[in-house]
Structures are given as C-alpha cells and as structure tokens.
C-alpha cells in the first residue's frame, strides 16, 4: 500500500499528527484557563463569605439574619431521605392497638 501516505487523510501524515499536537496543546490550555477561572471564583466566594461573616461579628447582631451559605465543596455521603421522619415514627395506630392488646391479654 504505496499509495496510503499520499492520501491527506492518512494517520500518520505529518500535518496530521502536527495538526493533532496543535489541538491537543490548544484543548490543555483551554482546559487551564477554566480551572483558573473556577479557583478564581472560589476564591472570590471565600472571601466574599468571610466578609459577611466579619461584618456580622463586628456589628454583634444575630448570624440568623443572614443566609450564610457553607462553601464547602464536598458532596454528602448519603442519599436525602426526605420521609426520614415518618420512617422513624413508626405507625402510631398500630402501637395503640398492640399496647390495648397486651392491656387485654394480662387482664
């Protein structure tokens, strides 16, 4: 296959594969640039937040006032159960009748 590297198509063209280079250097910098720009607005968040909390130490009101929102990154390790509450509380009919019952069979 003598024809193959004459074909513009070919992997192993040289301006394939500096083409390729090139893109892949362009995509890193790319990729730099938005983790700068995510650290930079953390940053700005931290500070902004740190702020807000300095200024309600230094005027002594109550940290109710404010939504201070936690910055923190993390992810939570469990799922949100949000029937946590009935799921604890049991079925309170269900208890009355089993106390009655006990009530019964000891009379």
């Known amino acids: ?4 590297p004459k074909k513009s198509w070919h992997v192993r ?14 995509a890193e910098v790319q990729r730099q640039k938005r983790e700068a720009r995510v650290l930079l607005a953390e940053q700005e968040a931290r500070t902004e937040f ?8 230094d005027a002594g009101g109550d940290k109710s006032d404010l939504d201070l929102v936690s ?3 993390k992810k939570p ?3 949100l159960n949000l ?4 799921q604890e509380g049991g ?10 019952e006990k009530v019964m069979v000891e009379n």
């Open 13 to 26: 063209n040289k301006d394939n594969v500096a083409r390729v280079r090139r893109d892949e250097a362009e």
């Open 91 to 100: 079925n309170k009919e269900y208890e009355e009748e089993k106390k009655q």
């Open 71 to 73: 910055l923190d990154s």
């Open 1 to 4: 296959m003598n024809i193959l």
């Open 50 to 57: 740190l702020r807000k909390k300095a200024r309600l130490s």
């Open 77 to 79: 390790s469990g799922h």
């Open 83 to 86: 029937f946590q509450g009935l």
